[in-house]
């Protein structure tokens, strides 16, 4: 290959980094890139991905740090967040008429507002941080005798 020629998308032929590592991390944290964003984000194609991530080292561990601060940081603080509701400012702008000329004017209006907590977003947090204590089954105390044939199961629901 000549000196100045790129390596052809996809290859194994493709200049390895070790800056790739950091660089990967950081995307993943901050982003919460797939595999196919990273492959776009090194000009590569997905399966020089899967490569790396088998045969570099340290090059999969970063990935999997990166994609599990992202998932924590702001996912699960993002899910948290909407169980617990939360305040913010929305800003509109409006066009109203200048009494004194009948212009239009851009007025902006700034508001606080309250986003309520979420019941599936509630229910969802708790079922996973607490699985013994807000299970996802529902339980009977009801018991079943199996052993009624046809006929007195009918005389019984008369």
């Given at each position: 290959?000549?000196?100045?020629?790129?390596?052809?998308?996809?290859?194994?032929?493709?200049?390895?980094?070790?800056?790739?590592?950091?660089?990967?991390?950081?995307?993943?944290?901050?982003?919460?890139?797939?595999d196919v964003q990273l492959a776009k984000?090194?000009?590569?194609?997905?399966?020089?991905?899967?490569?790396?991530?088998?045969?570099?080292?340290?090059?999969?561990?970063?990935?999997?740090?990166?994609?599990?601060?992202?998932?924590?940081?702001?996912?699960?603080?993002?899910?948290?967040?909407?169980?617990?509701?939360?305040k913010y400012d929305e800003t509109v702008?409006?066009?109203?008429?200048?009494?004194?000329?009948?212009?239009?004017?851009?007025?902006?209006?700034?508001?606080?507002?309250?986003?309520?907590?979420?019941?599936?977003?509630?229910?969802?947090?708790?079922?996973?941080?607490?699985?013994?204590?807000?299970?996802?089954?529902?339980?009977?105390?009801?018991t079943l005798d199996v052993h009624h044939?046809?006929?007195?199961?009918?005389?019984?629901?008369?």
């Open positions: 290959m000549a000196e100045n020629e790129k390596p052809k998308r996809g290859t194994k032929d493709i200049k390895w980094k070790d800056d790739y590592i950091r660089m990967a991390e950081v995307a993943c944290t901050e982003g919460g890139l797939t984000l090194f000009e590569v194609a997905k399966q020089t991905i899967y490569y790396w991530k088998r045969e570099k080292p340290g090059f999969l561990e970063a990935i999997r740090r990166g994609r599990d601060f992202y998932d924590t940081e702001k996912v699960e603080n993002s899910l948290l967040k909407r169980a617990l509701g939360y702008k409006e066009m109203v008429d200048d009494p004194d000329t009948g212009e239009k004017l851009a007025v902006t209006k700034k508001t606080k507002k309250h986003q309520p907590g979420d019941v599936k977003a509630i229910t969802f947090w708790l079922r996973n941080r607490n699985r013994k204590r807000w299970p996802d089954t529902k339980t009977t105390d009801g044939s046809h006929e007195q199961m009918l005389d019984e629901l008369e």
